[in-house]
């Protein structure tokens, strides 16, 4: 039966309108994917204002929002040595629109040191690492020791006479002392306090022997002569303060590689193409030279490209290494 031109011109539109709708669609998920973000992005310090992880983060935010094309807002959740804030960052939707500038401490030492923590560096997608610097080991201005071989002398000599101080229980400083003195097969007593300053203050007044810090907050103290550098807990030298030689250019202690960092990170599950739109965005970012002069300030080595391709390996070998270190140790 012949067609009529009418159902012969239906029938063209119909396959005409099927063939945009298809289009249509085929087209819709790359802009939807382009599109992200298209509204702020917050990022998570899960410490009080005013540290050195909510610096680092303010450093990154504004640039940050520039590369993304949308607000990136610094929020602070303090509480339990991080351990809060980066646990309401697991809980979060995996969209991208909520991030954590985390630390090596909040998310791979906490859930090993803290048994109320009940997340894993697992629980998060990473995105990208920003920068890294050895631990300071300092002693009080009068101190009969100048170098970490010295000191283990002392130790030694009186065991458990010497006092070594920390940011708190199961923080990195006392996995670091811990560990040292394993090494060295020595004793010293553990003084825990509440945060950095309160330890700082006792270790200008004598009341502790040793502490263990950031070079930022112990290298305006060392350059006054008002304590004793003793050394770096990083594999060699740190780039941040060369002229402190590493531990293990010690006799007696070797292989100790102690590193703090941060990184961004978002929770686990994020889409791949929003992961790899993020880590872009921030290694350009790290590439600022304005950034870069604030995060060498800060004492980081700046995270290169290639550091942000192995970072779920480098989250995996950071967590072993940590358990390890732990072990054994009675974080009371």
Same mark, same amino acid.
């Given at each position: ?94 969209? +991208?629109?909520?991030? %954590?500038?985390? $630390?090596?401490?909040? #998310?791979? *030492?906490?859930? &090993?040191?803290?048994?109320? /923590? ?87 007044? +004598?009341?502790?022997? %040793?502490?263990? $810090?950031?070079?930022? #907050?112990? *290298?305006?103290? &060392?350059?006054?002569?008002? /304590? ?105």
């Amino acid at each position: 039966m012949p067609i009529s031109v009418k159902t012969r011109q239906r029938r063209l539109l119909l396959c005409a309108t099927a063939s945009a709708a298809a289009w249509a669609m085929g087209m819709a998920a790359p802009a939807q994917a382009e599109s992200f973000p298209s509204s702020r992005v917050t990022l998570t310090v899960a410490f009080p204002a005013g540290g050195t992880n909510d610096a680092v983060a303010r450093y990154l935010a504004e640039p940050l929002a520039k590369k993304l094309g949308q607000p990136v807002v610094v929020e602070n959740v303090g509480g339990a040595a991080g351990a809060i804030g980066a646990a309401q960052v697991t809980r979060a939707a995996a969209d +991208g629109y909520t991030l %954590l500038l985390g $630390s090596v401490n909040e #998310t791979v *030492l906490a859930p &090993i040191t803290n048994p109320a /923590v009940r997340y894993s560096y697992k629980d998060f997608t990473p995105i990208a690492k920003v920068g890294s610097t050895a631990f300071v080991i300092v002693g009080r201005k009068d101190l009969p020791a100048g170098n970490i071989d010295e000191v283990l002398a002392l130790a030694r000599k009186k065991p458990d006479s010497l006092t070594f101080g920390s940011t708190g229980v199961g923080s990195y400083q006392q996995v670091v002392m811990e560990s040292i003195q394993r090494i060295a097969g020595v004793s010293m007593v553990h003084v825990p306090y509440r945060g950095g300053g309160p330890m700082l203050t006792d270790l200008l007044g +004598g009341q502790i022997d %040793l502490a263990v $810090s950031l070079p930022t #907050t112990m *290298l305006p103290q &060392i350059n006054r002569q008002t /304590v004793k550098a003793i050394g770096v807990t990083g594999q060699k030298r740190d780039p941040a303060a060369p002229e402190l030689p590493s531990v293990n250019e010690s006799r007696d202690i070797k292989g100790v590689d102690f590193v703090f960092w941060f990184g961004v990170f978002a929770p686990k599950g994020l889409d791949e193409d929003r992961r790899a739109r993020l880590q872009a965005a921030v290694t350009d970012v790290l590439d600022d030279p304005t950034v870069r002069k604030q995060l060498q300030a800060a004492g980081l080595a700046v995270a290169t490209p290639a550091e942000q391709t192995s970072l779920p390996a480098f989250l995996a070998e950071e967590d072993a290494k940590l358990r390890a270190a732990a072990s054994g140790i009675k974080f009371q």
